[in-house]
């Protein structure tokens, strides 16, 4: 399939990012909870994590919250660190960081751990198709980034530093870091690495033609 480089214009993408109209919720609140099933699934699958993830899973260790409390207090915690960079948070920043950490910590306490190999790889596959999907669909909606990407593209503008340098920083800094209080890293974190992107390209490709069909 070829894949989509740029995001597409849909009927509910938002003027601002916090201009907030109802026929925005669905895709919203869709696209993040596909995110979440993705974290979840890639953790139940245990063969890895997403770095993020795996960091949220040391902080879990360590102070026995849930892994979506985790994940929320570090989504807060990167959150506070927009403002000195002077980033702006939307609704879609604050929906980000609530329904993720809620659909993670859903399914990674209700989902049956696998213990058959082919399940695995299910669970590992399925986790990069929902978040590629869910992040095509929430990407569309305009209406401002997640915590980590805000982080990101603020750190990229203050320091002038190539977003791609960026990225790659803060991925290694807190896989290492949370692999190193306890996180689970294995082939699933390599996969999800390897091929999210293309996952992601795919999902965008999908959703333009889609749109372009519907409202032709």
């Given at each position: 399939m070829k894949l989509s480089h740029k995001i597409p214009e849909t009927p509910w993408r938002a003027k601002s990012t916090w201009s907030f109209r109802p026929r925005m919720v669905l895709p919203l609140v869709l696209g993040l909870a596909l995110f979440g099933l993705g974290e979840g699934l890639l953790v139940q699958s245990q063969w890895g994590a997403t770095p993020w993830t795996v960091f949220a899973q040391g902080v879990s260790r360590h102070t026995h919250w849930s892994l979506g409390w985790s994940t929320a207090v570090i989504s807060l915690v990167v959150l506070l660190a927009w403002f000195p960079l002077r980033e702006r948070p939307g609704i879609g920043t604050l929906a980000n960081l609530v329904i993720i950490a809620y659909v993670l910590d859903l399914v990674s306490t209700n989902l049956a751990v696998p213990h058959v190999v082919w399940w695995k790889i299910i669970y590992v596959v399925g986790a990069v198709v929902a978040i590629g999907a869910g992040s095509a669909l929430y990407l569309t909606t305009g209406?401002?980034?997640?915590?980590?990407?805000?982080?990101?593209?603020?750190?990229?503008?203050?320091?002038?530093?190539?977003?791609?340098?960026v990225r790659l920083t803060l991925e290694v800094s807190v896989l290492v870091i949370g692999w190193l209080m306890g996180g689970t890293v294995g082939v699933g974190t390599a996969f999800f690495a390897a091929t999210i992107g293309f996952s992601i390209g795919a999902s965008l490709r999908v959703m333009d033609l889609l749109v372009r069909r519907f409202s032709s």
């Open positions: 209406l401002g980034p997640g915590p980590r990407d805000g982080l990101m593209t603020s750190l990229h503008r203050r320091f002038g530093v190539s977003v791609v340098y």
